[in-house]
C-alpha cells in the first residue's frame, strides 16, 4: 500500500505519467489534506494537473482517507517543519502499515524517526521501468520533463537516476 503526499502527484500529473500509480502492487490512498491542498485547491486556482488527480480518484486508482486522530499525530503537529499534509501521510502510512510517497527531506526524516517506511517520485518511475510499465527512454523523458516542470532533483541523485535507467538498458 501507499500513500501519496502532494509534490509526487502534482509532478506526475504535470508530466501526465499518473497512470504510473496503476502500475503499483498494492492501494495508492491519497490523504484528505493532500487532497485538499493540490485537487481542491489546485482546481479553485485553475491547474490543469489538479484535474488529472480528480480524474485519477474518480476512476479509482487513488483512495482519498481521512485522516485519523492519533498519538502520532499529536506528535506530529509539534514538529514546525512539517505541513498538515505532510503529517496527514506520515499518520496514514501508519495506519494502513503503508509506505509513505514523499520527496521533501522535513517529511522522510520524520518518517525514519517515527519508522515509517518512504520511497520518492524517482523510486516509482524507476521501479516502474524495472518492472516493464515504462519503457527506459521514457522514464528518461519523465525525469527530464519533472524537472523542467520545476521538480526539485539534486544533480547527484539525478545522476544515480540516469545511471540507473542505463543500466535497465543493457
Known amino acids: 500500500m501507499w500513500v501519496f503526499d502532494a509534490t509526487p502527484l502534482i509532478y506526475l500529473a504535470k508530466v501526465e505519467q499518473l497512470d ?17 491542498e493540490v485537487v481542491t485547491t489546485g482546481l479553485e486556482e485553475g491547474y490543469p494537473d489538479a484535474r488529472r488527480i480528480e480524474q485519477r480518484v474518480d476512476a479509482g486508482a487513488l483512495e ?14 509539534g514538529n514546525p517543519r ?5 503529517g496527514a501521510v506520515l499518520v496514514c502510512a501508519d495506519q494502513f502499515d503503508a509506505t509513505a510517497v514523499m520527496d521533501e527531506a522535513a517529511g522522510r526524516t520524520a518518517a525514519a524517526v517515527e519508522d515509517i517506511e518512504t ?24 525525469i527530464d520533463a519533472m524537472v523542467e516542470a520545476g521538480w526539485h532533483c539534486a544533480p547527484a541523485l539525478y545522476a544515480k537516476i540516469v545511471h540507473k535507467l542505463d543500466s535497465f538498458d543493457n
Open 82 to 86: 512539517l505541513s498538515d499534509a505532510d
Open 20 to 36: 504510473l500509480v496503476s502500475a503499483l502492487n498494492g492501494t495508492c490512498y491519497i490523504p484528505d489534506r493532500v487532497y485538499a
Open 119 to 142: 520511497k520518492r517520485t524517482a523510486y516509482l518511475v524507476l521501479s516502474c521501468t524495472k518492472n516493464g510499465h515504462l519503457p527506459v527512454a521514457e522514464a528518461r523523458e519523465t
Open 64 to 77: 482519498v482517507v481521512s485522516t485519523p486522530d492519533s498519538p502520532l499525530w499529536d506528535r506530529l503537529q
